[in-house]
């Protein structure tokens, strides 16, 4: 069965810096698009960032461009999210997203109803 568990969320000063998680299992990682989206207060959950299944190509939230980075680790079944700069406006809830196509996929995705599973969520709190 697939599962996804993020770590690494945690109370931080604006301006500071967190590196988010997510370690992946129950299928083939590297034929997996993965995402993290993030849900807010009250909010709903919007795309943060995407990366395709070679690592090759990423996507970003426009927010968050120039501050947060993607990667990912096949051979550790992991996909990460680099938080630098962080605002005030980046709390809340951080999901890792995946769904299986195939190996050759070249496309990140941004679209949450595109995932097939989801983590549990670490919740990131941006406060001085």
């Known amino acids: 069965q697939e599962r996804l568990v993020e770590s690494g969320g945690g109370l931080v000063q604006p301006g500071g810096s967190l590196r988010l998680s997510c370690a992946a299992s129950?299928?083939?990682?590297?034929?997996?698009?993965m995402g993290w989206f993030r849900q807010g207060p009250g909010q709903e959950r919007v795309f943060v960032a995407g990366?395709?299944?070679?690592?090759?190509?990423?996507g970003y939230a426009e927010s968050v461009k120039g501050r947060f980075t993607i990667a990912r680790e096949n051979d550790k079944n992991a996909v990460y999210l680099q938080m630098d700069r962080l605002e005030v406006e980046d709390t809340g809830v951080y999901y890792c997203?995946?769904?299986?196509?195939?190996?050759?996929?070249?496309?990140?995705?941004?679209?949450?109803?595109?995932?097939?599973?989801w983590g549990q969520g670490t919740r990131v709190t941006v406060s001085s």
């Open positions: 129950g299928f083939i990682f590297a034929n997996s698009p």
């Open positions: 997203a995946g769904l299986v196509t195939s190996h050759l996929d070249e496309y990140w995705y941004d679209i949450p109803d595109m995932y097939e599973f």
């Open positions: 990366i395709n299944v070679a690592g090759s190509k990423v």
